[in-house]
């Protein structure tokens, strides 16, 4: 740095990164800086600056020569593990001033010798007691990564044998039977649980059963407003999103899916439109937030959609010194690495540090907010809105009378003016009328009709689907998909085609 500029940063204070030192003073407490630097962002102490005041007293000679062995000392003997120094002189207003540097250690947490931990807090420094804070520093200097600490009180039975079936099938092509393993020595190798059987936290998120019976915070909050302040008391859709990461991942994409707007590019009138966000940029933002969130801070990810703009703000700013910059060109540091592994195996992740620049690539106006002091990461989209774009949702919250009670209705009728339903509608209805099932369509009720129009709606854009797919579509579980799936197979709208591991629907020709 240019002296000049030395004499900016006086002028401005003391910081977080830069301290002032009249003289050597107390070993100990130069100690406790080096360590509150080390811990932190790394920083340095100006020898020969009046503490407080920024005045430029300046060294001697020897004095110099005096501290510079001084500091060297403290950086060897004092702070545990050592911390290395870089140090320079310099000559400001005509004084000699003693730069003493301090890198961000890698090996944290750092402590003084009375096995205090400091860290950097303002100008000033402080004393780290708190369990979850000392495990945030060890997580930082890599001595311990949270992902795969043990889970207390769980066993292989809080593991779903489907999920572990399905990933073995995809990522290896065996079944569980064909390692040659017990169950429970495969599940060690692949750790999904500890040496001692209980799960690992990499292992709960990814294939539990009920993930949140032991961490009901690593979830979602998803609420889209009306208006666009967090302090607003009117919203149009407010879900707490639960289940294994892949489940998050699903049901997050879906909350979007149907509280943005669809819009017409290309498409016929009847089509159901693209999201007016890039979909692509989604997956890559809230895979990122799921994969890299600390999962050491107890507090879940938010999803927040307000009229302007899209916020998902992530538990823990970026680690290892990770800036905005770093991270648009790629740069990456994984923080879980065990769900990492598992999440670029068979989602749609890669961990390869390409996401942040493929949903830059998308054109849209994403902008990253480092938020060190609140420990969080925040990324902002900003929508597409303009006075002539055609909205494709009305305002739900005014009346929530029909739709308290299914979430998938409020889901559909966010699209609702963007399709013509009436030929649907009038289908169903015949049919019941018709049919020795429902003599009448009162039996059905509204909602339950409502979700086989919707149904009707999906398999017309979307011919062959499985019922998965339609599942996701309505916002409803697979087993209640499938009864009006079944209803609709038996009033003679819809047909299913292959075997039941492959199924799928379509529409019967000529309705």
């Not at 301290?19 to 107390?26: I, L, S």
């Not at 944290?108 to 520093?137: C, F, H, M």
């Not at 509280?259 to 940029?281: D, K």
């Not at 740069?331 to 989602?347: D, E, H, K, V």
Request: aromatic share 8%; proline share 4%; with cysteine.
């Amino acid at each position: 740095m240019e002296n000049t500029n030395w004499i900016e940063q006086i002028l401005c204070g003391e910081t977080s990164r830069l301290q002032f030192k009249r003289e050597r003073g107390n070993g100990n407490a130069l100690a406790a800086e080096f360590v509150a630097f080390a811990n932190s962002k790394g920083g340095t102490v100006l020898f020969g600056v009046e503490d407080k005041k920024g005045t430029i007293a300046g060294l001697r000679y020897e004095d110099v020569q005096e501290l510079s062995q001084f500091v060297a000392n403290i950086a060897n003997e004092m702070v545990h593990p050592t911390v290395y120094i870089q140090t320079e002189t310099l000559k400001l207003e005509g004084r000699i001033v003693l730069a003493v540097h301090i890198e961000e250690g890698t090996d944290k947490p750092y402590k003084d010798a009375g096995g205090n931990i400091w860290v950097k807090q303002g100008a000033d420094k402080r004393r780290v007691t708190e369990n979850s804070e000392i495990l945030r520093l060890f997580s930082a200097g890599k001595a311990y990564n949270p992902d795969e600490s043990a889970v207390a009180g769980t066993s292989l039975s809080d593991l779903d044998d489907k999920k572990i079936n399905n990933y073995l099938n995809h990522v290896y092509g065996k079944e569980r039977g064909d390692f040659g393993l017990p169950f429970d020595s495969l599940m060690k190798n692949l750790r999904v649980i500890t040496p001692t059987g209980e799960l690992t936290l990499a292992g709960l998120l990814y294939f539990g059963k009920n993930p949140q019976q032991y961490r009901p915070v690593y979830c979602i909050k998803a609420v889209a407003f009306s208006g666009n302040s967090i302090a607003g008391t009117s919203y149009r859709d407010s879900r707490d999103l639960l289940g294994t990461i892949p489940e998050l991942f699903d049901d997050a994409m879906h909350f979007l899916d149907v509280n943005l707007h669809h819009v017409q590019h290309g498409q016929s009138f009847n089509s159901l439109g693209v999201l007016e966000v890039s979909r692509i940029a989604l997956e890559e933002i809230v895979q990122n937030a799921l994969c890299h969130r600390e999962y050491i801070k107890q507090a879940p990810i938010r999803l927040l959609i307000f009229d302007d703009r899209i916020e998902i703000v992530s538990p823990g700013a970026l680690p290892d010194s990770l800036t905005i910059e770093d991270i648009k060109l790629g740069n990456t540091a994984q923080r879980n690495p065990l769900i990492c592994t598992f999440c670029s195996r068979t989602m749609p992740y890669r961990g390869l540090g390409s996401g942040i620049i493929r949903a830059l690539g998308q054109g849209e106006d994403i902008e990253f907010v480092n938020e060190e002091q609140g420990n969080q990461f925040k990324v902002i989209i900003k929508r597409k809105q303009t006075n002539d774009m055609a909205s494709d949702k009305p305002d739900v919250a005014s009346d929530k009378s029909d739709v308290a009670s299914d979430k998938s209705y409020m889901g559909t009728q966010l699209v609702e003016s963007a399709i013509d339903k009436s030929k649907f509608l009038g289908l169903v209805s015949d049919k019941l009328l018709l049919s020795p099932f429902h003599p009448n369509n009162k039996t059905m009720g509204k909602e339950a009709i409502q979700n086989m129009v919707n149904t009707l709606i999906f398999l017309s854009n979307h011919p062959l689907s499985k019922s998965e797919s339609v599942a996701q579509y309505l916002g409803l579980s697979q087993a209640a998909t499938r009864v009006y799936l079944h209803k609709l197979t038996q009033l003679g709208i819809i047909k299913p085609n292959g075997s039941n591991k492959n199924r799928t629907y379509s529409m019967l020709p000529n309705l």
